[in-house]
Nanobody, 124 residues
Framework: QVQLLESGGGSVQSGGSLRLSCATSGYTYSRYCMGWFRQAPGKAREGVALIHSDGSTMFPNSVKGRFSVSQDNAKNTLYLQMNSLKPEDTAMYYC??????????????????WGQGTQVTVSS
């Protein structure tokens, strides 16, 4: 059974940086996608980073150039590096997994496995 556990959230001032981690366990798929999503109160869940097992990545325009995603297969950990943070980046951040990666897109319904989330708060 695949399990995901996020960490690294916190409070930071505008312009600051944070690195989120997502520890994975029970994952034996050679082909997969991992995504980072966020959800602010009263808003829909939004994808902010996607990485394929082949290393391909995808970002929406809202975070492109500020966020990066990487994975350390030896540590079974996914990372989201967030730089130049803005107050509008404030949200609960989730990592998610899509075994097989049938569709390479930042769409939450495509991901069947989710972590519990970690809160990011950016103050102005």
């Amino acid at each position: 059974q695949v399990q995901l556990l996020e960490s690294g959230g916190g409070s930071v001032q505008s312009g600051g940086s944070l690195r989120l981690s997502c520890a994975t366990s029970g994952y034996t798929y050679s082909r997969y996608c991992m995504g980072w999503f966020r959800q602010a109160p009263g808003k829909a869940r939004e994808g902010v980073a996607l990485i394929h097992s082949d290393g391909s990545t995808m970002f929406p325009n809202s975070v492109k150039g500020r966020f990066s995603v990487s994975q350390d297969n030896a540590k079974n950990t996914l990372y989201l590096q967030m730089n130049s943070l803005k107050p509008e980046d404030t949200a609960m951040y989730y990592c998610a997994a899509q075994p097989g990666c049938d569709v390479f897109r930042l769409s939450a319904p495509d991901f069947p496995v989710w972590g519990q989330g970690t809160q990011v708060t950016v103050s102005s």
